[in-house]
């Protein structure tokens, strides 16, 4: 009768831990979607011609990422230096990066300024600055891949790490039951 119930009791655990795994592998992402769906993000400050306002003396009026580089057009009622940093050097690197940037000292009038960028998951990122503000101009990056994932078989990470602490519980269980069911205690092999 023991051996019928400590049998029932391993089956029992072995199926909690593999639903456990699936539950939570489904279920944070649920709430992930939730979540991103109910986001709202305010609008940047602008002039009434719907450019973006660095200064009182600085106007961002058209800027667009086309072949892995940004065009900027910069309004400027006095000289001034501006100054373009691109955010997505070194995103698919480890370790300390620098990011390029480049600056220029403009005169009062309107300009285009081109830079190179990199782009992550067809993602690009830069910070346009003068004295007075900057903005951070981006678009939008490509979903992850499905296959992303390398534990996905497993419910996710989640799912394994569940499986695999369940696992030692139902081992240390069956360790402790056997000592304590020994007539004569554990015999050296």
Do not use: C, K
């Not at 979903?143 to 790490?161: K, M």
Request: glycine share 8%; proline share 5%; hydrophobic share 40%.
């Amino acid at each position: 009768m023991r051996r019928i119930l400590s049998a029932l009791l391993l089956v029992t655990a072995v199926a909690l831990a593999m639903g456990m795994g699936t539950w939570a592998a489904v279920e944070p992402v649920a709430a992930q979607e939730n979540q991103s769906s109910n986001q709202t993000t305010a609008a940047p400050p602008s002039t009434p011609n719907g450019t973006l306002a660095l200064s009182d003396a600085a106007r961002i009026t058209d800027w667009e990422f086309q072949n892995d580089t940004v065009h900027v057009t910069v309004e400027l009622e006095i000289s001034r230096t501006v100054v373009i940093t691109d955010g997505m050097a070194g995103v698919n690197t480890t370790g300390a990066t620098r990011p390029p940037s480049q600056s220029w000292d403009l005169s009062r009038g309107t300009h285009e300024l081109t830079m190179p960028v990199e782009h992550v998951r067809g993602g690009s990122s830069v910070t346009v600055a003068t004295a007075g503000g900057s903005y951070r101009l981006s678009n939008a990056m490509d979903p992850p891949d499905d296959e992303a994932n390398p534990f996905e078989t497993f419910g996710g990470e989640s799912g394994l790490f569940w499986g695999v602490g369940m696992t030692v519980i139902v081992a240390a269980l069956a360790a402790w039951y056997t000592i304590r069911t020994e007539a004569s205690g554990v015999v050296e092999a």
